[in-house]
């Protein structure tokens, strides 16, 4: 345990002895005593360090109180002098020649001497190390309660990841609950699961969800936690059962709750509707929701989960319809734990047979704790004295504990397990809420910019990030969510609310983050520093509240907001400004209602590295000196209402994500970004044709994604030529090192002739996505590389050329068929498509699929969207044939645009896609 707690210590001490010496060697001139003090420093450090270390592999539970509180003490100083660090190269970081640099520096230094500025605050440091040091001389530090520790292996680089079709042990449980839900066809029914932290509620819940056989008019499925935000609740929900552009209405009106409320309740009250409340942790909580949810006698049906079984009876009501869930037998224990680490029970080896029974019995049939232990043995040896000795310290961690606190203990060992350099990531996660779903790339991004990765060149820091997120995921600590089509990469996550409570607490703790919830701010064991600051949703802004975070903070590295109703402190961001050591700013904020609203000075924001703005709908405005954020590597403002970038925006030589939306002007000079690799979204006809011709001068660009879309260009006076002669110069030197293209054209426009220019060397690109024009045959058949492609076509032709691609894992093809024409039907040969797997096929206006014994070899994932009109004839057979000559398939979706036909025919439709399906020998979900 004191591994986890020292490895925010460990990993700041190892950055800031990095500073240290950087400094020294930069010749900034100091004063002799600076210097003497600097050296002093971090040799002094360099010894804590190791110090730590060793504290590391101590249990928290058994070290010394003593040992504790020196190891606090460090932190919190090691943290203090990197501020001092960053404060001092804040104030040295000006552009113009290296000999007027050392001029100022000196000059700089100097007056910092006279002043009693850096040379203040490193004798001031000084003292405070030499105490530190000296107590630890005098009470040796790390030298007692030498306890024997678990095993340690090197732990595995990546995981393959699969998406569990057949949950263990689900079969009877979720057939009990559909019979509960299903007497009284007509009556309005609630069924609620209830049962201790880990025993799988949500997961029988979802299985409930996607099986039960009756149809409803809508459905829904939204999860609650422990602090209930109501007005993101009834979005969340509405977003499901109501059509897209009556959404986009919603939000753009910025209802109230009890204007959602009353809309919900409108749209359900006739409707046979089936909707799923995840988590809920409070009585008043089901009131609130209840109250959305109209009680008609159309058949509706409601399932909630909690760990309450008071909140199960107030929610099931008079009926009672309630289910407690239960432990997992032994054999189903048994056959996830298998499952877990030999992919089935028949390939556990016999000499780990007895004792993987009697690792089984202190899971208790947990599902949680059974996927948990599995983890923390797949990084170790598969031999039985490993797996004896790894039974010594679970039996002593599970032995007389409740079951929340035997579910804590086995996480405390999983924690436990984790090389040093994964605990800070681990811990970072604590700055999420509850049930969020991450985006895994802008994780590794906020670990890079946080300092967490270790390493010198960028791009190999997030790569090592990606590596790190994927031990996570392999210890089963993170759930993957989203899971890329080749099957190695994750896209996005979450973790699990037992699990998150377990890294919250020990992150207060260890005032590695504070978070700012429902009941105020988060307290930690000593400190009155905030180092990172989590601002999560459903929060009531209290201007006291906000006097005490104005109090604290000086030493904010980061800032992640995730309330949508920040209007106070968004209109307090003046009070962050006394804190130069900011290196991310992450805002999701929707309901500000503000006219303008501007980011404020830059000077002190020197060192940041990540800036992410996600708030409407109010104005927002980027400061003109935004060219002082020399450290920014990634500006993300594209769910907001900015119209226009500065442009001293193009002075930002460490930028390498630009990321706005399409209406924004950007300014001239965008080739001065030399390390920009993502630029998107950009609507060229915004855009000056300077601006386009720049970006051929991009070259180091990989990601780029334009709207090459002049419907409406002549109202701003565009010269729509020009610019499309600019565009396809540009582009045509940009096509030699792209890797993802994304663009976005009128259906009538064939000028993507930039494509053409790359000759006989194939571009480099894997991931094309082009939406409207149709794309020449010839350049089709010269993306060999392509893994990823989005396209529109209208001929057989086109369907063999895609085939012959030898790279392409995913392909989403858009067929459109004129007004007139009878359907035509497009055939999947055997050949071709070998590594495809996943297939999207969007045919508007009539249009069918018809797939050959031995197409698609590897398919797993076929999406259909079909527009159903009296007027076209399937001829009988329907839209697909030859479903069942798939022998990869695992998962089919069906989305059908009911356009001038009878409920019967779509009926119809849908019941052969499900005969085809359920005759289908993988049974496909």
């Given amino acids: 345990m004191a591994e986890l707690m020292a490895s925010a210590a460990t990993s700041v001490m190892g950055s800031v002895i990095g500073k240290l010496t950087a400094m020294l060697g930069e010749k900034y001139q100091f004063a002799r005593d600076v210097e003497q ?273 008071t909140v199960a009876e107030t929610c099931a009501g008079t009926d009672a319809q309630m289910y407690k869930a239960k432990p997992l037998g032994d054999d189903d224990s048994r056959r996830l734990f298998f499952k877990r680490l030999f992919h089935s029970t028949e390939h556990c080896p016999q000499d780990l047979m007895a004792v993987s029974s009697d690792i089984l019995r202190k899971c208790g049939g947990l599902p ?34 409740s079951h929340i606190d035997k579910m804590k203990r086995i996480f405390l060992l999983s924690y436990f397990d984790l090389p040093l350099h994964l605990k800070s990531c681990m811990l970072y996660l604590s700055v999420f809420p509850e049930d969020y779903v991450i985006d895994c790339r802008r994780l590794i991004l906020l670990w890079v910019a946080e300092g967490l990765i270790p390493g010198q060149g960028r791009e190999n820091m997030e790569q090592l990030g990606r590596s790190y997120l994927n031990e996570l995921i392999n210890r089963s600590l993170v759930e993957p969510t989203k899971v890329g089509v080749d099957g190695a990469t994750v896209k996005e996550c979450r973790v699990h609310d037992v699990i998150l409570e377990f890294i919250v607490s020990k992150a207060v703790e260890d005032n590695f983050v504070t978070i700012w919830n429902g009941n105020g701010l988060s307290k930690n064991y000593s400190s009155n520093k905030i180092r990172r600051l989590s601002i999560q949703r459903g929060i009531s802004m209290r201007a006291e509240e906000m006097v005490k975070i104005k109090q604290h903070t000086a030493h904010i590295r980061s800032i992640n907001i995730f309330d949508h109703n920040s209007v106070l402190l968004i209109k307090n961001t003046s009070m962050f400004l006394s804190s130069q050591v900011l290196r991310v700013v992450n805002t999701e904020i929707f309901e500000l209602l503000l006219e303008d609203w501007y980011l404020g000075h830059v000077k002190s924001f020197g060192q940041i590295k990540y800036l992410r703005l996600e708030i409407r709908p109010c104005l927002w405005k980027l400061p003109k000196d935004i060219e002082k954020l020399q450290h920014l590597e ?49 609507g060229l006809s915004f855009q000056t044709i300077k601006f386009i011709q720049g970006l051929g001068d991009l070259t180091n660009l990989k990601i780029l994604g334009i709207e090459w879309w002049y419907a409406h260009a002549e109202v701003r006076h565009v010269d729509v030529e020009g610019h499309k002669e600019a565009c396809i110069s540009s582009l045509s030197k ?97 050949q071709g498509f070998q590594r495809l797997v996943k297939f999207n096929f969007h045919c508007f206006q009539g249009g069918a699929l018809e797939f050959e014994p031995g197409a698609m070899p590897k398919l797993q994932r076929l999406k259909l969207y079909v527009v159903v009109r009296s007027q076209f004839n399937y001829e009988q057979d329907g839209p697909v044939l030859g479903l069942q000559n798939l022998a990869g398939l695992k998962h089919v979706a069906l989305n059908i645009n009911c356009y001038q036909a009878t409920p019967d025919e779509v009926q119809d439709l849908e019941d052969d896609i499900r005969v085809a399906a359920g005759t289908h020998p993988n049974r496909p979900v």
Avoid at 384 to 390: G, I, L, R, S, T
Avoid at 647 to 673: F, H, W
Avoid at 677 to 682: A, H, K, N, V, Y
Wanted: charged share 25%; net charge neutral.
């Fill in 368 to 401: 949680l704790a059974i996927i948990s232990i599995a983890g923390l043995l797949a990084n170790r040896s598969k031999t039985k004295e490993v797996w004896v000795n790894a039974l010594k310290y679970i039996s002593a961690a599970v032995d007389q504990d």
């Fill in 634 to 682: 990634t500006l993300d403002v594209r769910n907001t209402r900015i119209k226009k970038l500065p442009a001293s925006i193009t002075q930002l030589q460490r930028l390498v994500r630009l990321l706005v939306n399409a209406e924004v002007k950007l300014p001239d000079g965008i080739g001065n970004l030399q390390a920009l690799e993502e630029l998107s979204f950009i």
């Fill in 37 to 309: 003090g600097i050296r002093f420093l971090k040799d002094e450090l360099s010894t804590m360090d190791a110090v730590l270390q060793k504290l590391a592999d101590k249990d928290d539970d058994q070290m010394d109180p003593m040992d504790k509180d020196w190891r606090n003490k460090v932190r919190e100083l090691s943290f203090d002098i990197e501020d001092c660090v960053d404060r001092f190269m804040l104030n040295h970081s000006h552009g113009g020649s290296k000999a007027n640099f050392v001029r100022k520096a000196v000059r700089k230094v100097k007056m910092l001497w006279e002043d009693q500025g850096i040379a203040g605050e490193i004798q001031k440091l000084k003292i405070l190390v030499t105490e530190q040091s000296e107590r630890a001389k005098r009470y040796p530090v790390g030298m007692r309660c030498d306890s024997p520790q678990p095993v340690r292996l090197d732990p595995r680089a990546t995981a393959l990841f699969q998406e569990a079709r057949d949950p263990v042990g689900i079969d009877g449980p979720r057939e009990e609950i559909i019979q509960l839900l299903q007497v009284e066809e007509n009556q309005h029914k609630v069924v609620s699961i209830y049962g201790t932290a880990g025993q799988g509620k949500t997961t029988l819940a979802m299985e409930v969800y996607r099986k039960i056989p009756q149809a409803f008019d809508c459905r829904a499925f939204v999860s609650v936690s422990q602090t209930l935000d109501m007005k993101n609740l009834l979005r969340d929900i509405l977003s499901q059962i109501v059509s897209k552009s009556e959404f986009d209405q919603l939000q753009s009106e910025n209802w109230e709750t009890l204007q959602l409320i009353r809309k919900m309740r409108g749209y359900l009250i006739g409707k046979r509707y089936f909707i799923l409340i995840d988590d809920i942790w409070h009585v008043s909580d089901w009131d609130l929701v209840e109250a959305a949810l109209p009680r008609n006698d159309n058949g509706s049906r409601i399932i909630t989960t909690t760990r309450s079984k």
């Fill in 734 to 830: 940009l096509v030699t090192t792209l890797r993802e293209l994304y663009v976005v054209q009128d259906a009538s426009d064939d000028k993507l002739s930039f494509m053409a220019s790359c000759g006989s060397t194939p571009p480099p690109l894997w991931k094309l996505i082009i939406r409207g024009c149709v794309l020449p045959h010839q350049i089709i058949s010269s993306l060999v590389n392509l893994t990823r492609l989005c396209i529109r076509l209208v001929s057989q032709e086109g369907i063999n050329i895609l085939a012959s691609l030898p790279m392409l894992l995913s392909i989403t093809v858009h067929v459109y068929i004129e007004e007139g024409n009878s359907t035509i039907r497009y055939t999947i040969s055997s």
